[in-house]
T-cell receptor
Framework: DADVTQTPRNRITKTGKRIMLECSQTKGHDRMYWYRQDPGLGLRLIYYSFDVKDINKGEISDGYSVSRQAQAKFSLSLESAIPNQTALYFC?????????????FGPGTRLTVL | GQNIDQPTEMTATEGAIVQINCTYQTSGFNGLFWYQQHAGEAPTFLSYNVLDGLEEKGRFSSFLSRSKGYSYLLLKELQMKDSASYLCAVYGSSNTGKLIFGQGTTLQVKP
């Protein structure tokens, strides 16, 4: 089984709809992250969480919100989706107690907003 | 400010060696990561450098010069499956845990 899973893997929605993307991990890592990836722009950090009680904005948090329901679950919501939120979204986890705090990524969710 | 530069695209021949460069200017530095990403898939960890010098891992090696703000990823004995994007990312601070990514270099390996 994959260590980091994301649901759904693909989603097409309309402008103005509320969307939730979910991420679960079995790695036992405290740190979790949400990124979006757009062609030519690389990965950009939306939100990150160091534990259940710690949520932080990344560089592009406007239009997004998150919820850390448990150590293993971190959800990203688009309250009112707009077309420029069409992108590939990745969740990642890391363990800072390790030697490198390497981030491990989920398989991604491809979101299209019409 | 934060800036990480990589070439956008590179092409190389199967069996050859290719070097992908990355230069960075960041407000903090606690290491540099290289990730491989096949089209439409998740980035996967390749290497981490925090000290100057070369780290070798099979066909892949990564080099870091902190004084020059420079790193490269060296891929030897290229295979068709190495066609992918290669992402350079700077780890700014262990307190923030944030990675700053470059836009990635798309490598095409030709027969």
């Amino acid at each position: 089984d994959a260590d980091v899973t994301q649901t759904p893997r693909n989603r097409i929605t309309k402008t103005g709809k509320r969307i939730m993307l979910e991420c679960s991990q079995t790695k036992g890592h405290d740190r979790m992250y949400w990124y979006r990836q757009d062609p030519g722009l690389g990965l950009r950090l939306i939100y990150y969480s160091f534990d259940v009680k710690d949520i932080n904005k990344g560089e592009i948090s406007d239009g997004y919100s998150v919820s850390r329901q448990a150590q293993a679950k971190f959800s990203l919501s688009l309250e009112s989706a707009i077309p420029n939120q069409t992108a590939l979204y990745f969740c990642a986890t890391s363990d800072p107690s390790g030697p490198t705090d390497t981030q491990y990524f989920g398989p991604g969710t491809r979101l299209t907003v019409l | 400010g934060q800036n990480i530069d990589q070439p956008t695209e590179m092409t190389a021949t199967e069996g050859a060696i290719v070097q992908i460069n990355c230069t960075y200017q960041t407000s903090g530095f606690n290491g540099l990561f290289w990730y491989q990403q096949h089209a439409g898939e998740a980035p996967t960890f390749l290497s981490y450098n925090v000290l100057d010098g070369l780290e070798e891992k099979g066909r892949f090696s990564s080099f870091l010069s902190r004084s020059k703000g420079y790193s490269y990823l060296l891929l030897k004995e290229l295979q068709m499956k190495d066609s992918a994007s290669y992402l350079c990312a700077v780890y700014g601070s262990s307190n923030t845990g944030k990675l700053i990514f470059g836009q990635g270099t798309t490598l095409q390996v030709k027969p």
